[in-house]
């Protein structure tokens, strides 16, 4: 069974300043990768998603992620944060297996954006 | 942009009372999905649904759960009598098919038992 683990639960970062996410993830097959931002009171959106080929990939809002398998990590980044950016943010995996997906999300990690 | 639509957003139900959590999804989309979310833990699967059953349920989807797709188009979540741990916000889900990874989740319902 697949797993994800996010270290990080709390995340303090001045505006204008660059972060990173951190997931690591646990799947003895391949897997595909996603980012699910959860702005207070809302649903889940999806910032960006591993499938295949490029291992950088770009998401929205000017968020990127880098799939390195050698360290089985999706870990999440943005140059510059704004206020706006304020959210929890989901690591999730999913089996690269065909048919339909269940995924597995992480814990969250929630980014704190200081003005 | 399409959205799956969630209604109620809040619902708050006495210990042991019946609720049914309702979900628009998407027109085309072909797999559903309910997931849940406990105040401070991460999400977890409850169930998938295609063609009409149920695809693959968690352990936390016992006999009190149940789901259907009434009328085509309509996803509901039913908790036959409820308990004060299944307090959470209870999110639906949506993909067209299988060759497209990353849900549409809707807006979630925030389930209260008191």
């Known amino acids: 069974a697949q797993s994800v683990t996010q270290l990080d639960s709390q995340v303090p970062v001045f505006e204008e300043a660059p972060v990173e996410l951190r997931c690591n993830y646990s799947s003895s097959v391949s897997v595909y990768l996603f980012w699910y931002v959860q702005y207070p009171n809302q649903g889940l959106q999806l910032l960006l998603k591993?499938?295949?080929?490029?291992?950088l990939v770009k998401g929205i809002n000017g968020f990127e992620a880098e799939f390195n398998k050698s360290q089985t990590s999706f870990h999440l980044r943005k140059p510059s944060v704004h206020i706006s950016d304020t959210a929890e943010y989901f690591c999730?995996?999913?089996?690269?297996?065909?048919?339909?997906?269940?995924?597995?999300f992480g814990t969250g990690t929630k980014l704190q954006v200081i003005p | 942009e399409p959205e799956v639509t969630q209604t109620p957003s809040h619902q708050v139900t006495q210990m042991g009372q019946e609720v049914i959590l309702r979900c628009v999804p998407i027109s085309n989309h072909l797999y559903f999905y309910w997931y849940r979310q406990i105040l401070g833990q991460k999400v977890e699967f409850l169930v998938s649904f295609y063609n009409n059953e149920i695809s693959e349920k968690s352990e936390i989807f016992d006999d009190q759960f149940s789901v259907e797709r009434p009328d085509g188009s309509n996803f509901t979540l039913k908790i036959r009598s409820t308990k004060l741990e299944d307090s959470a916000m209870y999110f639906c889900?949506?993909?067209?098919?299988?060759?497209?990874?990353?849900?549409?989740f809707g807006s979630g319902t925030r389930l209260t038992v008191v």
């Open positions: 591993y499938l295949s080929g490029s291992t």
């Open positions: 999730a995996v999913t089996l690269n297996s065909g048919g339909y997906q269940k995924v597995t």
């Open positions: 889900a949506s993909v067209r098919d299988s060759n497209e990874y990353g849900y549409t």
